[in-house]
């Protein structure tokens, strides 16, 4: 088992380290604030630890199955991608995207001005629920779970717990993984903030984003 595991975690280094489009939304959302990054990450890992779910019970099988489900979720997928994209493209036009200063709190029972940045809490949910909408929109990461966890799984062991027990492991060790990025943009962040870099980097990612997003649609 040890040596087994140890292959397992070295697996999971490799996956985290093959740039993806959770890692393009994990650095973008990580230049608005640490915050926002960590709940980003927060949301994917809960998407693999579905999917990981998924494939312990069997059901990822449904899916690769059925052509119907697959390419629903595949263009769903995809539709994600483009919007992500597109709004990143957007917030690099306008200028905006990154919480540079704290505002000034409204007095209590005061409706929100216009254009003022959403609060803090609300802002955390939105970073989550993208991470986590962005993972569980990709077939492809179902279908990966779903042939990736069983390989670690010894002859003759109970297959349902070992492999919710690997799900669980993978996502927290990915937690750690991606919480590096973040804390690395954290510290960058008075040079990645600036006007034209920040600009640049938007635009960058919206364009990867896009990219992504049509690959997914025409990758039939």
């Known amino acids: 088992m040890p040596a087994t595991l140890l292959s397992f ?28 990054g960590f709940m980003t990450v927060l ?49 690099a036009r306008r200028g905006g995207g990154l919480d540079t200063a704290p505002s000034a709190p409204a007095p209590a029972g005061a409706p929100a001005p216009p254009g003022a940045p959403a609060p803090a809490g609300e802002r955390a949910w939105r970073s989550y629920r993208a991470g986590l909408l962005l993972n569980l929109a990709n077939p492809k990461a179902a279908v990966f779970a779903m042939s990736f966890l069983p390989q670690f799984v010894p002859e003759g062991a109970p297959q349902l717990p070992l ?15 991606y919480g590096m990025y973040v804390w690395f ?29 049509v690959r997914m649609a025409l990758d039939g």
Do not use: D, H, K
């Open 43 to 91: 949301g994917n890992e809960t998407g693999v630890f579905i999917w990981g779910l998924v494939a312990a019970f069997g059901l990822t099988a449904l899916l690769a199955a059925s052509q119907l489900a697959y390419e629903a979720l595949r263009f769903g997928g995809a539709a994600v991608l483009i919007v992500f994209g597109v709004q990143a493209m957007r917030s």
């Open 9 to 36: 975690l070295g697996a999971c280094l490799l996956i985290a380290m093959a740039p993806g489009p959770s890692t393009v939304l994990i650095v973008r959302s990580s230049l608005r604030s640490r915050r926002s």
């Open 163 to 177: 492999m919710v027990s690997l799900a669980a492991l993978w996502a927290v060790f990915e937690v750690g993984y």
């Open 185 to 213: 943009v954290g510290r960058m962040r008075r040079v990645l903030s600036r006007e034209g870099v920040r600009r640049r980097l938007e635009q960058v990612s919206g364009g990867v984003l896009l990219a992504l997003g």
